[in-house]
């Protein structure tokens, strides 16, 4: 199985903060990479799909670039209400797929 | 509105079996594979396995390959998740999911249940 790797873990940021957060893959997957927000308490929210292209209704400050292994989700200027977890997904497998390990995005 | 509803919360004894269910609304649901996610107390999230309502065909993450079987009911539009002998280890939230299709959307889960929490203790 395709294994994907999340970093940091965990950050603390600012409000007004850019940040980025890392995802590996085991072997290329092309652009078949998502990532979710959860907040605590909630399901997941599907905020990016095939690496780069936003979901409907997802603020503009949140985007996604990368290819092959290498795949980045960055917050242009952290919100309040962006603190929250962050997971990758790989679908390249499918219709098997696998979640990163997590980014906790924390107040600083 | 595209949802997916799933069946409340469960508190079981270890042995004990269990069936939990999603059920979807809004779309065609024999169009669209449905997944589960499990999410342990304080941790990420686990793919578990799909299935696709349509034909019925089921894959299965290496992890939970025997310990758990999904199934559905296109009839109802509700998929299912069950245990025939529950741990104490399978303590968790478990989310089903809908995997969107689509030239320009491969693979991403676009609908996600309210999350159905199995408590298993003795």
């Known amino acids: 199985d395709i294994q994907m790797t999340q970093s940091p873990s965990s950050l603390s940021a600012s409000v007004g903060d850019r940040v980025t957060i890392t995802c590996r893959a085991s072997?290329?997957?092309?652009?078949?990479l998502n990532w979710y927000q959860q907040k605590p308490g909630k399901a997941p929210k599907l905020l990016i799909y095939?690496?780069?292209s936003l979901q409907s209704g997802v603020p503009s400050r949140f985007s996604g670039s990368g290819s092959g292994t290498d795949f980045t989700l960055t917050i242009s200027s952290l919100q309040p209400e962006d603190f929250a977890t962050y997971y990758c997904?790989?679908?390249?497998?499918?219709?098997?797929?696998?979640f990163g390990g997590g980014t906790k995005v924390e107040i600083k | 509105e595209v949802q997916l509803v799933q069946s409340g919360a469960e508190v079981k004894k270890p042995g004990e079996s269990l069936k939990i269910s999603c059920k979807g609304s809004?779309?065609?649901?024999?169009?669209?594979?449905i997944g589960w996610v499990r999410q342990m107390p304080g941790k990420g999230l686990e793919w578990m396995g799909i299935?696709?309502?349509?034909?019925?065909?089921?894959r299965y993450s290496p992890s939970f390959q025997g310990q758990v079987t999904i199934s559905a009911d296109k009839s109802i539009s509700t998929a299912y998740l069950q245990w025939s002998s529950l741990k104490a280890s399978d303590t968790a939230m478990y989310y089903c999911?809908?995997?969107?299709?689509?030239?320009?959307?491969?693979?991403?889960?676009?609908?996600w249940g309210q999350g159905t929490m199995v408590t298993v203790s003795s």
């Open positions: 999911v809908r995997r969107v299709d689509t030239a320009m959307v491969t693979g991403a889960f676009d609908i």
């Open positions: 809004g779309y065609s649901f024999t169009s669209y594979w």
């Open positions: 299935i696709y309502p349509g034909d019925s065909d089921t």
């Open positions: 072997q290329s997957i092309s652009s078949y």
């Open positions: 095939a690496a780069s």
């Open positions: 997904q790989q679908s390249y497998s499918t219709p098997r797929s696998v």
